[in-house]
């Protein structure tokens, strides 16, 4: 039971940046991975970067360099700061939460947010 609001979103010249985040709360035991994903029209949601509970970050190739993902873990809050934005960073990006909610529970189950716009135009 975790809902994640997602905020930070909006539009921005190529070159600009943007810093979304997003806030886990409910009844969960704990969180372990936390990402960002995202999807454009008639594309298949994709990773944008992932960041586990010790702080291990995955980043897709396109974006290695230019973004950063972040948490902090006594808030359940995970950021991505988003610098030299172009064009094609332009999609909707979801919050994405693997939580266990029981303490004798070994199985994590998958959250989303209700996905933020992301625009990148001049």
């Known amino acids: 039971q975790v809902q994640l609001v997602e905020s930070g979103g909006g539009s921005v010249q190529p070159g600009g940046s943007l810093r979304l985040s997003c806030a886990a709360s409910?009844?969960?035991?704990?969180?372990?991975?936390m990402g960002w994903y995202r999807q454009a029209p008639g594309k298949q949601r994709e990773l944008v970067a992932v960041i586990n509970s010790g702080g291990i970050t995955n980043y897709a190739d396109s974006v290695k360099g230019r973004f950063t993902i972040s948490r902090d873990n006594a808030k359940n809050t995970v950021y991505l700061q988003m610098n030299s934005l172009k064009s094609e960073d332009t999609d909707v990006y979801y919050c994405?939460?693997?939580?266990?909610?029981?303490?004798?529970?070994?199985?994590?189950?998958?959250?989303w947010g209700q996905g933020t716009q992301v625009t990148v135009s001049s």
């Open positions: 994405n939460a693997d939580a266990s909610l029981s303490t004798y529970s070994r199985t994590f189950f998958r959250y």
């Open positions: 409910g009844r969960f035991f704990l969180i372990n991975g």
